[in-house]
């Protein structure tokens, strides 16, 4: 199994940005697709972009899209995902996660190993 830690987070301005860094460990990260959630006070975990294998494919939920960008460098071992336009709403714990498949999907029970989480906090 890959272990996943997250950093970059922080406390932003309403319009602000932030790019987020997930480090893999112990398998290398281009044998898994990986992907984005974050989860605000209260509610369920979800789903905010994914990323293939070999980056070829990327898909992201409706409400960041064309704010956020997930990428990844193989060759280091790191998930980033970067993000623009940041509103009150995308305040929540952002986690990384890593599946066995070509392709992630888009719930939970896609992937198999998650980092602790970092807190991204933006302010109004």
């Known amino acids: 199994q890959v272990q996943l830690v997250e950093s970059g987070g922080g406390l932003v301005q309403d319009g602000g940005s932030l790019r987020l860094s997930c480090a893999a460990s112990?398998?290398?990260?281009?044998?898994?697709?990986m992907g984005w959630f974050r989860q605000a006070p209260g509610k369920e975990r979800e789903f905010v972009a994914a990323?293939?294998?070999?980056?070829?494919?990327?898909y992201y939920a409706d409400s960041v899209k064309g704010r956020f960008t997930i990428s990844r460098d193989n060759a280091k071992n790191t998930l980033y995902l970067q993000m623009h336009s940041l509103k009150p709403e995308d305040t929540a714990v952002y986690y990384c996660?890593?599946?066995?498949?070509?392709?992630?999907?888009?719930?939970?029970?896609?992937?198999?190993?998650w980092g602790q989480g970092t807190q991204v906090t933006v302010s109004s």
């Open positions: 990323i293939s294998l070999i980056a070829t494919i990327t």
């Open positions: 112990g398998r290398t990260a281009s044998d898994y697709s």
């Open positions: 996660a890593a599946s066995g498949t070509i392709v992630a999907g888009t719930t939970t029970g896609s992937y198999d190993s």
